[in-house]
C-alpha cells in the first residue's frame, strides 16, 4: 500500500467534521475549485522544473553523480510531501468536501463523493508523475535499463499500481463507515473508530491482496525457459507452493518482487521486469528465495493476527489516554472552540495509534525481513560451510536434498542482489527504512553468519521468542481489554 496515499485517505476521511452542512454559494464555489487547480498547476511546475534540472544536470556532465542522485530522491521526497501538505489545505482550509457536496447535490452515492473529494490529491500526483518522467528516465538509464516505457505509459503504469489499489480499498473503507454507522452508531462517534477500521482493513487489505494485486498491476506468467526451471526446482526443494510466477509489468520503474496471498491456492509471487532485466539468475533466485522465506515463517498470517490482536491494545490505550485527553481539550478547547477540541482529540488519538503501529510493527516487521534474508541466503546455498567449490542445487536433476546450512558463496550471492536491488532503485546503504532497516546494516548481518551455524540458531529462536512474546501481549491485551470493559468503551 502507498504510504502517501494511505496519508491522503486519513486527511480526507479521517477527521470529518461532523455537525450540520451548509451549502456554499456559487461564487465560493467557484473561487475554491481555482484555487484548489491553482495548486494543482504549482505542483506540476515545481516537478517539471525538477525534471528537467536533473535531467539537463546529467546530460551536461554525461553522468549522474551520488550527490545529484540524492538531492534528486531528497527533493521528490519534499515534493511528496507537498503535495500532503496542499492536500490538507485544500480539504481542510478551503473544505473540499463541502465544495464536493454543493456541487454535486443532494443525494449523492457514498463511492463518487469519496472519489471526488480524493480528486485534487490524484490529479497533484498524476502531474507530478508526468513532470518527474524525464529525470526518472536518465537516473535509470545507467544501470543498463534501456526499453524504458514512453512518458504515457509511464504516468499510466503508476497510476494503475496506485489506482488500482486505491478503489478496492475504497470501497471496502466507505462500505465499512457504512456499516458501522448503520449497526454501531456510538462506535463511529468515537475518535477511536478509524485506528480501529484500519486494523480490520489491514486485515482484509491481506486477505483480498492477491485478488487485488492482479486487479491493479498488470502481470503476466513467467513464460518456461532457464530462469523459471530453476525458480520452479528451487521452490520444489523447499517445499514452496504458489499458483503461479508472474512477471509485473512496470515500465523498467520498479526493481522488486513480492509474494501475496496465504494460501497456495491464491499465492502469487511477483519479480518486477527490471528485476528479471538487471539481475543475473542466481540472484533472482536468492530474491525468490527471500520471498518463499516469508511464506515458510508464516510471516502473512503473523501479520493477520497481529493487526486483529492490536483492537486489544488499541482499545487499553483509548481506556488510559481518554479522560486526561477530555481535560486537555476542555481547557485548550473549551466550549467554545468545539472543533479545535476535536482536532487536538483526533489528533492525539492518531499519534499514539501511530506510534504503537511505528514501534512495535516497525520492529517484528525488520526482524522478519532478516529472517527473510536469511532464508534467501539459505535458498541459493549448497549447505557447506566451506565453498567454493559450491555447487549449484537447482542446476543438477534429480537433486532434492535442501542443504539446512548457508554457505560463503550463497551469502555473497545474496548480498549482491540485494546490492543490485538498492542501486537500481537509488537507495542509499546507509539509509534506514523504516520496514527493512538500511541495506548496509542487513549485509553486514549476513556477512556475520558466515561459518557460524549457531549464530544462525541463536538468531532463529530470537525471532520465535520475540513472536511468543508479542503474541501473548496481544491475547492478554484483548483479554484484559474484555474483562475490564475497556471494549465497551468502543462501543
Ligand atoms: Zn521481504
Ligand atoms: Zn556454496
Redesign the pocket.
Known amino acids: 500500500m502507498p504510504l502517501p496515499l494511505l496519508f491522503a485517505l486519513f486527511l480526507a476521511f479521517g477527521l470529518e467534521s461532523a455537525g450540520p452542512f451548509n451549502p456554499l454559494t456559487q461564487a465560493e464555489l467557484g473561487s475554491r475549485a481555482t484555487a484548489a487547480l491553482g495548486l494543482v498547476a504549482l505542483v506540476s511546475l515545481a516537478s517539471m522544473g525538477l525534471g528537467l534540472w536533473v535531467s539537463t544536470r546529467v546530460a551536461r556532465t554525461g553522468h549522474a553523480s551520488n550527490a545529484l542522485r540524492r538531492g534528486y530522491s531528497r527533493s521528490a521526497r519534499i515534493l511528496e510531501i507537498s503535495i500532503l501538505v496542499s492536500f490538507s489545505v485544500i480539504i481542510h482550509e478551503w473544505q473540499w468536501p463541502r465544495v464536493v457536496r454543493t456541487a454535486l447535490g443532494a443525494g449523492p452515492v457514498a463511492v463518487v463523493e469519496e472519489a471526488l473529494i480524493l480528486l485534487p490529491f490524484v490529479l497533484m500526483q498524476l502531474v507530478s508523475w508526468w513532470g518527474l518522467y524525464p529525470a526518472e528516465k536518465i537516473l535509470r538509464s545507467g544501470f543498463g535499463v534501456t526499453r524504458t516505457a514512453g512518458r504515457g505509459r509511464y504516468v499510466l503504469l503508476r497510476a494503475r499500481q496506485t489506482l488500482g489499489l486505491v478503489l478496492p480499498v475504497l470501497v471496502v473503507f466507505s462500505l465499512g463507515q457504512d456499516l458501522v454507522s448503520r449497526q454501531w452508531p456510538e462506535l463511529s462517534a468515537s475518535a477511536w473508530a478509524l485506528p480501529i477500521e484500519v486494523c480490520l482493513m489491514g486485515v482484509l487489505v491481506l486477505v483480498l491482496s492477491p485478488l487485488f494485486i492482479r486487479l491493479a498491476w498488470p502481470t503476466r506468467p513467467l513464460p518456461h525457459g532457464p530462469l523459471r526451471e530453476r525458480l520452479e526446482h528451487q521452490a520444489q526443494r523447499l517445499g514452496f507452493r504458489c499458483s503461479d510466477i508472474l512477471i509485473w509489468d512496470t515500465g523498467q520503474a520498479v526493481v522488486n518482487a513480492c509474494v501475496t496471498g496465504s494460501l497456495p491456492r491464491f499465492r502469487y509471487v511477483l519479480l518486477s521486469d527490471a528485476l528479471i532485466d538487471c539481475l543475473n539468475d542466481h540472484e533472482i533466485a536468492a530474491v525468490f528465495g527471500h520471498e518463499i522465506g516469508h511464506i515458510a515463517h508464516r510471516h502473512l498470517l503473523f501479520f493477520g493476527f497481529f493487526f486483529l490482536g492490536s483492537l486489544g491494545v488499541l482499545a487499553l490505550m483509548g481506556e488510559a489516554i481518554d479522560p486526561p485527553l477530555l481535560a486537555l481539550s476542555n481547557v485548550l478547547g473549551g466550549q467554545s472552540h468545539p472543533v479545535l477540541g476535536m482536532i487536538i482529540q483526533a489528533a492525539t488519538v492518531l499519534l499514539t495509534a501511530g506510534l504503537y503501529f511505528l514501534v512495535v510493527f516497525g520492529h517484528v516487521s525488520r526482524r522478519f525481513e532478516r529472517q527473510a534474508d536469511v532464508f534467501g541466503c539459505r535458498a541459493v546455498?549448497?549447505?557447506?560451510v566451506e565453498?567454493?567449490p559450491?555447487?549449484d542445487l537447482d542446476r543438477q536433476p534429480g537433486r532434492e536434498s535442501s542443504g539446512s546450512g548457508l554457505?560463503?558463496?550463497?551469502i555473497r550471492i545474496f548480498a549482491n542482489a540485494l546490492t543490485n536491488v538498492a542501486t537500481l532503485n537509488g537507495m542509499e546503504f546507509k539509509t534506514r527504512s523504516w520496514r527493512h532497516g538500511s541495506i548496509a546494516r542487513r549485509i553486514a548481518f549476513l556477512e556475520g553468519l558466515e561459518g557460524k551455524p549457531e549464530a544462525v540458531n541463536r538468531f532463529q529462536s530470537d525471532v520465535s521468542r520475540l513472536r511468543v512474546v508479542v503474541a501473548v501481549g496481544l491475547i492478554s491485551a484483548v483479554l484484559i481489554a474484555l474483562a475490564t470493559g475497556s471494549v465497551d468503551h468502543l462501543r
Do not use: E, R
Not at 554457505?407 to 550463497?410: F, H, L, Q
Open positions: 546455498s549448497c549447505g557447506q565453498c567454493p559450491h555447487l554457505c560463503p558463496v550463497g
